[in-house]
């Protein structure tokens, strides 16, 4: 009796290195393709915004700032299916296998719950609460660090936003206080 031995399956990045010889990888195009859409839809929301006074405008108008910016970002995701070319198709796959660390899911959620109140506790303090915050979650323990990071950097931003770009934040329950 011959000795039959069972075939192996292919891995899929041997059925797509076999198969896939095209210009662009499938899964980065499809993300370029979500990206470009929500981009175009975002735009589209902007053409909507009310125009500003020609004294608000001193080199582009305020209305511009998002929509260059989702230009910008579209410009960029024109990168992303022929990403497989810079890396390298092997460093993508392990990347791709790789989980999400919970580190970065507790981030995101701490960054979402904070913002959910920014309407109530206002810019600064909104400020202040991240500074606060993300460092103890990724691990920094000395609050002798955090407590003037945490203080300092949003005054200086809300400083220069007030003072010298006279952009005013929403003051929240600061409003109320003073």
Not at 53 to 64: G, R
Not at 68 to 77: D, E, R, S
Not at 146 to 165: Q, Y
């Amino acid at each position: 009796m011959k000795n039959v031995t069972p075939e192996r399956s292919e891995t899929r990045e041997e059925r797509d290195t076999k198969t896939s010889s095209s210009l662009v990888d499938r899964t980065d195009l499809i993300l370029a393709i979500i990206i470009f859409a929500v981009c175009g839809f975002l735009y589209f929301v902007t053409t909507r915004f009310e125009k500003a006074s020609e004294q608000m405008s001193q080199n582009i108008p305020p209305e511009w700032f998002p929509q260059l910016l989702l230009v910008f970002i579209m410009i960029l995701t024109l990168i992303v299916p022929f990403e497989h070319f810079f890396k390298g198709k092997e460093v993508l796959a392990k990347d791709r296998q790789a989980r999400v660390k919970p580190i970065s899911i507790a981030t995101a959620a701490l960054l979402c719950a904070i913002l959910l109140l920014m309407p109530w506790l206002g810019t600064f303090l909104t400020m202040v609460f991240i500074c606060f915050l993300l460092p103890i979650l990724w691990g920094e323990r000395r609050l002798t660090i955090i407590l003037p990071f945490a203080i300092v950097f949003p005054g200086i931003v809300t400083l220069l936003f007030t003072k010298v770009l006279r952009v005013y934040f929403e003051a929240g329950i600061w409003s109320s206080i003073f």
